[in-house]
């Protein structure tokens, strides 16, 4: 990720290579899974090589989907920090505070 300053008031990161497993997490509610399976489908269109990573707690419908989305096995949430290169959370506070707390130190 390459930072290119726009202005005094706002920057740009542009990508040096693309990424290759996306972590999409949401807040558990009917309205989230309809931006996530939006949010899903446009990021395969960017990055059509790029992993989708869901934890199975938030699969939901997506599971009925042609989405070609990964379940990670919340059971092994440790392996994320290892293999995300980008992480999205679909909520306020407590989903970010959730997901900062699943990647650690």
């Known amino acids: 990720l390459t930072e290119k300053p726009k ?13 290759r497993t996306i972590f999409i997490t949401r807040k558990e509610t009917k309205k989230s899974l309809e931006f996530l399976y939006t949010i899903a489908t446009w990021v395969k269109s960017k990055f059509p090589k790029a992993k989708l990573l869901i934890e199975e ?28 290169d ?20």
Do not use: M
């Open 57 to 84: 707690s938030n699969i939901g419908e997506l599971a009925k989907t042609d989405l070609p989305i990964y379940v990670f096995p919340s059971s092994q949430k440790k392996e994320l920090s290892r293999i995300t």
């Open 86 to 105: 980008v992480i999205i959370c679909l909520g306020g506070d407590g989903s970010l505070l959730h997901i900062s707390s699943t990647f650690g130190a």
């Open 7 to 19: 202005s005094f008031t706002s920057n740009q990161f542009f990508w040096e290579s693309q990424p």
